[in-house]
């Protein structure tokens, strides 16, 4: 049975985990949103007090489990590649069925919505009054049903998975899709430039807004950091990977979470996520922010815009790398046609 194979065991059991904790922090948030009044000093005031932060300490535990499910899903899909003939990486896996790639994408929206509400929880914890316990409720309450649907589309995924079949390896789609020169030499230079002015955007104006932080430029700055996210993903897949093995049609972005080019996958896709949720972070912040946590808001958004544009920064030097070492071994040729 497929649900037995140890990487797909260790990838359910933490969705349940924080589907289960998202659960219970949701069934507080719905006592918090009915009877939580600041004004009040009762001791059913109190006790509620208490019942919202361990509801808080559960989101944070949650959030760690649902981001490790994201890099888990990816990691059970590469290591089920070497039982899946044809399947040369975790592409063949996804593909496989088609409840592969939206189950990986609902698990990476849900990881970044659990992580932006897990920056909220910090913001909280930086607040003296109790102004953010309504808003930390809501989130706590919209991501249960989330986590819920991410396990339930997973393990349908998970159990459609044919280990017997013969999949399709990504250089018979995705390699034969970037062999003309019309895409390779057009949409891809352009993608990678659109990419690289995005990304050098964001992260300036993002350290900018850290330099005096205030509520339109952290929005600004995460705005800049959503229409980034694409567009580097984009540049990975048609600039990066080619470079990285070399091969002008090769732009599988699993491959690159492979050894033979050092797992440099990896911490890229790590960057350009955390650079999203720091940036995001410091927006929902904003928005959240209420008479006496401005001040809070001030040194929570100038930490978290630099960890984004630090990170945008750490993403474009570990995209350029692989570039930059093909055009030296090179002499300094073309990798396209």
């Known amino acids: 049975m497929n ?11 933490a969705g349940l985990t924080a589907a289960i904790l998202f659960a219970r922090a949701a069934l507080t948030a719905v006592r918090v ?7 009040e000093a009762t001791e059913g005031q109190l006790a509620l007090e208490k019942q919202s932060e361990l509801g808080t300490t559960f989101v944070r535990v949650a959030v760690v489990l649902q981001v490790g499910a994201l890099i888990l899903g990816v990691l059970a899909a590469d290591r089920l590649s070497h039982s899946i003939r044809g399947a040369m990486c975790a592409y063949g896996v996804f593909h496989e069925n088609a409840l592969g790639f939206p189950a990986l994408t609902l698990t990476a929206f849900v990881a970044f919505a659990a992580a932006v509400t897990a920056q909220l929880t910090s913001f909280d914890r930086g607040v003296r009054g109790l102004e953010l316990v309504r808003t930390i409720a809501v989130l706590s309450l919209a991501m249960a049903p989330l986590a819920v649907a991410d396990l339930a589309l997973t393990t349908a995924f998970f159990l459609k998975l044919d280990l017997g079949v013969v999949a399709s390896c990504c250089s018979v789609q995705l390699d034969a899709a970037v ?23 964001a992260a300036s104006v993002g350290w900018a807004a850290s330099v005096r932080p205030r509520a339109a430029r952290a929005m600004l700055a995460a705005v800049l950091s959503l229409i980034a996210v694409p567009l580097a993903i984009g540049a990975i897949v048609l600039e990066v990977a080619p470079h990285a093995f070399e091969l002008p049609q090769h732009s599988c972005p699993f491959c690159l979470l492979r050894a033979d080019v050092l797992g440099i996958g990896y911490p890229l896709f790590g960057a350009v996520f955390l650079a999203a949720v720091w940036s995001v972070g410091a927006a929902a912040a904003a928005l959240a922010t209420r ?18 544009a630090l990170a945008w920064a750490l993403a474009l030097a570990l995209g350029v790398g692989p570039v930059l070492r093909y055009a030296i071994v090179s002499g300094g040729r073309s990798l396209f046609p």
């Open 3 to 13: 649900l037995l194979e140890p990487w797909i065991l260790l990838r359910l059991l």
């Open 33 to 39: 949103l009915r009877h939580f009044d600041v004004r």
């Open 179 to 201: 062999s003309g020169t019309g895409f390779a030499s057009g949409p891809r230079g352009l993608a990678t430039a659109l990419a690289v002015v995005s990304v050098l955007l």
């Open 291 to 308: 008479g006496g946590t401005s001040e809070a808001f001030a040194a929570f958004a100038r930490t978290r815009l630099r960890r984004g």
